[in-house]
């Protein structure tokens, strides 16, 4: 499959526990993203990674989100210290280099339930 | 800055109907760039097509069709003889000089 990978699928906790989600890209993308998409809405832009380098982030990414992508391949968004309201299902999606409006292509994303 | 407006939250159509999804989009940016997307049950949302500002063409794959009126700010999506596989969530979202901002889509139900 050469798709955009997510693991893990699920994860459920308890409120004030970390976690840690991972992103697999498109192999040629350099461009990552991630989302959030909460119930009945539309996915929220929160971050962005042009090879290793975060360009940009979101008024949504609080202190206690961090994302990285130390080889310009594979990415983590950690959360600390989760918060009910952060329950949501966390997207990413990869796009080609070039132009900032290439079609993302997203992942099947990790739905986060925090208890 | 940049807003999507999906009027429609649900739309429920029996089987072979024409279908169309309203998309009406705000921003100040002269170039920017159109999409529309299906979320299907399974959850993984699935790039359907671009268009950028300058190209009003209409375009038709399939059974789909879209239809970009800058006039009007809109960028319709019509699903021609829907199918049970039609049914999913369908986002617009809009790419100018900010991240691509979604919708909140539209859940569409085809009924055999």
């Known amino acids: 499959d050469t798709g955009v990978s997510q693991d893990p699928r699920h994860k459920i906790t308890k409120r004030g526990q970390n976690v840690t989600f991972r992103c697999d890209p498109i192999?040629?993308?350099?461009?990552l993203y991630w989302y959030r998409q909460t119930l009945g809405q539309g996915p929220e832009f929160l971050t962005y990674f042009q090879n290793e380098a975060q360009l940009e982030k979101s008024r949504l990414l609080s202190d206690r989100f961090s994302a990285e992508r130390p080889k310009g391949s594979f990415s983590t968004l950690e959360i600390q210290r989760t918060e009910q309201g952060d329950s949501a299902m966390y997207l990413c999606a990869s796009s080609l280099p070039g132009a900032s409006n290439n079609e993302q292509f997203f992942g099947p994303g990790t739905r986060l339930t925090v208890l | 800055a940049q807003k999507v407006t999906q009027a429609q939250t649900e739309i429920s159509v029996v089987e072979k109907e024409d279908v169309t999804l309203d998309c009406v989009y705000e921003t100040r940016d002269t170039t920017y760039y159109l999409f529309w997307y299906k979320q299907p049950p399974s959850g993984e949302l699935v790039f359907l097509i671009r268009r950028n500002s300058f190209d009003e063409q209409n375009e038709i794959s399939g059974r789909y069709s879209w239809n970009f009126q800058k006039s009007t700010s809109s960028f319709n999506f019509t699903i021609t003889a829907s199918q049970v596989v039609d049914s999913a969530v369908y986002f617009c979202a809009l790419k100018g000089n900010t991240p691509l901002v979604f919708g909140k889509g539209t859940r569409l139900s085809v009924i055999a």
């Open positions: 192999s040629e993308h350099n461009r």
